[in-house]
């Protein structure tokens, strides 16, 4: 190899943003509830409900509970009684134990179940109402499925029928990753509970409804620039389904913010894209005070009423975009407003009565009907310019599919003279290696770019290096990309609809793949200027692709939990079980790696569906695949 690098130490290349590396988050793969949120419970609220995934139901990691002979019956039910309007569904308990029998319900949380550390702080809630005249007494555990304990019971006496939230403290006394919490009641009568909720005192910079610690302190290791909430394709998509002036409240909704802030217990849940309910106790208000705590710029994404992802389809419903856009402004004086305004006074009653500094907002994610969401975007822009001047606002340029939907939409941003495009692409890591000079090329004059999210197609050092040696074509280019994110950023082990991730965890553990460690490498060594530099010499070209090994047949299986990709012989190439419960995932034409078979990368081809798998059908279904084989060179 002679090979060398002329660096020309008194030029002078573009500046680069101190906010140039971000992380984007989406509760994707549980990266919300049962990750960076840091609740115990799972379904604390009894609000699953099968339109969030197929198998859930408002006792979805529940089950019921007795001591000392006790006894009783146990419903989730949705009517009058309910603790508000927006947390419908609640847990009754028709009482009937003898003497010192308690019953009751045991919660199993997430992956294995809920995490302790001997010596932490656990703060148990959880809202009542009882009609036994004398009141009913509660005893909470945390214990294991044989009934070990880990902390001192918690005694609570509910009285009266009327909601009212109760509280108590555990110390724990042992370590495991697989305890239950579990709330008995004594005597007969209706009991009727919600909210049950148990979060480590110990959170992120202590906040109260905090995020769990080792996952917020693996982000914010990365000393991002810019933190993008809350995604993705669960920003807009719901849209689709969600708007019902009938009802006024509907689940597998758009993510609209104003659901997802003041008391938790007032937060609405949705059914999240991803396929399991999402229940918002992560809000805008946590995003913005994450941001701040770890030094980043909040980058909120909003929806356009156009949804991308797979669906493609766009409202056309003036009224509902009027409030989308009003919302959006609202949005703003909730981030920036002065208390005296009024969603700067809901900031300053959360806890925050200084402006969290917003000056930049993303409308619409990954739109692949260009004219429909241009459409829409103007009137977002120019209804938040007239208002906020100096708040940027992104827009996008779709999927990256190299093809008329991608062009299309950059046409049609630079006629309307947007300010910033977010581009999105996921590809192999020989697409990286072989296109640093994407944005050697750009207009230096037109709209900067904001690489939203990229990922190249695995977690391995060889993605890991290709996507450092893609930074570096950002970076000399810094002028026009002044902006980058790695997606999707947080993956829960049991629960995963994308890989590859950034980061990856259980309930008690995390730890960062080869891409964190390139991640953190760039972003905690941002340059504040571009040294030019150019190179010659033989450069080692990567091996090339070694040939196709024939037609395929890729299946899914009933609730699409199972995968597999058979080669023209018949041999199977590999099986995956893809979603682990998920009821959706998206099989995306040309969208690479997704498995390591002897030593090759099997990879779809772009002859592949493109198409949504709807949940609903429980059969197998063939499609004809053409896979190719890569060798691994290096
Ligand atoms: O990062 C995962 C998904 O990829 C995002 O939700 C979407 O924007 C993109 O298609």
Redesign the pocket.
Known sequence: LDYTINVDAQGSGPAIDRAMYGV?F?D?NRAADGGLYAELVQNRSFEYLPVDNRSDTGLTSWSAVSSSGGSGTVATVNDDARLNERNRTYLKLTLNNAGAGTYGVLNSGYNTGIAIEAGKTYDFSVWARTDAAGGTSLTVTLRNQAGTTYAAPVQLAAQGDTWRRYTGTFVATGTTDAARLAVEAGGDGTLRLDMVSLLPRDTFKGRPNGLRKDLAEKIAALRPGFVRFP????VNTGSMYGYDAASGYQRARAYQWKDTIGPVEERATNANFWGYNQSYGLGYYEYFQFAEDIGAKPVPVVPALVTG?GQNRAVDDEALLQRHIQDTLDLIEFANGPVTSTWGAKRAAMGHPAPFGLDRIEVG??ENLPDAFMARFVKFRDAIAAKYPDIIVISNSG?DDMGTTFDRAWELNRANGVEMVDE?Y?NDPSWFLQNNKRYDSYDRSGAKVWLG?YASWDNKLSNALAEGAYLTGLERNADVVTMASY??LLANIDYVQ?RPDLIWFDNDQSWGSANYEVQKLFMTNVGDQVVPSTSSGAVKEPEPVTGAVGLSTWRTAARYDDVAVTSADGTTLFSDDLSNGADRWTPIAGRGVWSVVDGAYVQSDTGAENTMVEAGDESWRDYDLSVKATKLSG
């Open positions: 984007f989406e994707i995604g993705g394709c669960i992802c994610n990954e999927p999105h996921y999210e997606a999707p994308w």
